[in-house]
């Protein structure tokens, strides 16, 4: 099982990195409307979120700055940021770094269970699946995004 999740986060990561990757700088900030939020923040969100699933950030995990909660998590938005906003670049580096240590769980701590189950969720391998169901709804979003700014560009 361990197995085919890895390579379900390697492939779902390697299709947001090369989105990331294709981004021009006029369409990351820009917040289409009937949106919450812009691309900037949903790799952010991307990663953040990744974080707190697989590596229990940020009581466990000190490999992402901790504002990034306060820029990113559920509930956030750009209009609210304060302080110092990561690049494009940044996140880019950050998930590549993260898909690494992804990688490098044991396969056995996906057969843990939780001490509390999270949305019904039981085991840490149920969670990780999560995780990248999580990350591919938020790249669709980033390519539907990307699709409306660029149609409203051109015109």
């Known amino acids: 099982m361990s197995e085919l999740l890895i390579k379900s986060f390697e492939l779902t ?3 947001v990195l090369k ?3 294709a ?12 949106f919450n939020n812009t691309i900037h923040w949903h790799i952010g969100h991307i990663l953040t979120c990744a974080e707190q699933f697989m590596f229990g950030f940020p009581k466990k995990s000190a490999h992402l700055p901790e ?11 750009p209009a609210n940021w304060q302080g110092d906003v990561p690049s494009i670049q940044e996140l880019s580096a ?14 056995e701590s996906f057969n843990e269970r939780l001490k509390t189950p999270f949305l019904g969720l ?3 391998g149920e969670v990780a699946n ?3 169901f999580h990350e591919s709804n938020h790249l669709g979003q980033i390519l539907a995004m990307k699709r409306m700014i660029e149609t409203a560009q051109t015109k």
């Not at 950050?94 to 396969?107: C, F, G, T, V």
């Open 67 to 77: 504002n990034y909660m306060q820029l990113f998590a559920t509930g956030t938005k």
């Open 23 to 34: 981004l021009s700088e006029n369409t990351v900030d820009v917040q289409p409307e009937g």
């Open 94 to 107: 950050r998930l590549k770094d993260q898909i690494i240590r992804i990688k490098e769980i044991p396969a």
């Open 13 to 15: 990561r390697s299709f």
């Open 122 to 124: 039981e085991t840490f």
């Open 130 to 132: 999560f995780a990248v």
């Open 19 to 21: 989105t990331v990757d």
